[in-house]
């Protein structure tokens, strides 16, 4: 088992668990590392002939921040791209593809997903990926990253309301050493919204 683990998760249809920056077999711990375990045997990380367990060392950026499942793939982001992680089967078990290079996201939570699509807040810009990576154009750019306490950026975090057809991300203005703020976008009606709300 890998003693050092940034984030896990379990692949979309696979029944493998993935671990996102993670110590290798007999190798300390490296932030650009995922690696898989057998299929349908969590606990069995050794890779052999006889197993589907396996690894790759990302190559764009020094660390991954985190990653999301959509309903096929996996992105991950480092601090300097994104790939994206699909199964291919055979000695390989999984690609790692890079999708976009100088865009990262804002903290390991700072994304939600709904239906194909996965949104996040960027250093700069808000983004989707339906298949590929665009920038989401935002009526209140300006607003959100003009205020924003950026050495609190970890705590940001985003999430779904499916009954209203929205994504929101919470996020601390300048002054706040927590969350105080929200963002929100309808993908329904293609409109943004902000707001306060105090959260820890």
């Known amino acids: 088992t890998p003693s050092s683990v940034l984030e896990t998760m379990i692949y979309p249809d696979y029944r493998t668990v993935i671990a996102f920056g993670s110590s290798g077999v007999n190798t300390p711990f490296d932030p650009m590392l995922v690696r898989w375990s057998d299929r349908g045997k969590p606990g069995s990380w050794g890779i052999?002939?006889?197993?589907?367990a396996g690894g790759q060392i990302l190559t764009t950026g020094s660390f991954i921040i985190g990653a999301?499942?959509?309903?096929?793939?996996?992105?991950?982001?480092?601090?300097?791209?994104?790939?994206?992680?699909?199964y291919i089967g055979g000695d390989f078990i999984f690609s790692m593809k890079e999708i976009a290079d100088g865009v990262s996201i804002m903290g390991q939570n700072a994304f939600a997903t709904a239906g194909n699509s996965v949104f996040w807040m960027g250093d700069r810009n808000f983004y989707i990926y339906t298949g590929s990576v665009e920038v989401l154009p935002c009526s209140v750019l300006n607003y959100v990253f003009s205020d924003l306490n950026y050495n609190q950026r970890a705590k940001i975090v985003g999430a779904r309301n499916t009954e209203f057809g929205e994504v929101t991300f919470f996020y601390p203005s300048?002054?706040?050493?927590?969350?105080?703020?929200?963002?929100?976008?309808?993908?329904?009606?293609?409109?943004?919204?902000?707001?306060?709300?105090?959260?820890?």
Do not use: F, H, P, Q
């Open 48 to 52: 052999t002939d006889t197993n589907s």
């Open 174 to 200: 300048s002054d706040s050493s927590e969350n105080d703020r929200y963002v929100s976008y309808s993908y329904v009606e293609r409109a943004w919204s902000i707001g306060n709300m105090a959260r820890t």
């Open 68 to 86: 999301a499942r959509s309903k096929k793939e996996v992105l991950i982001w480092t601090d300097e791209c994104v790939y994206v992680m699909s």
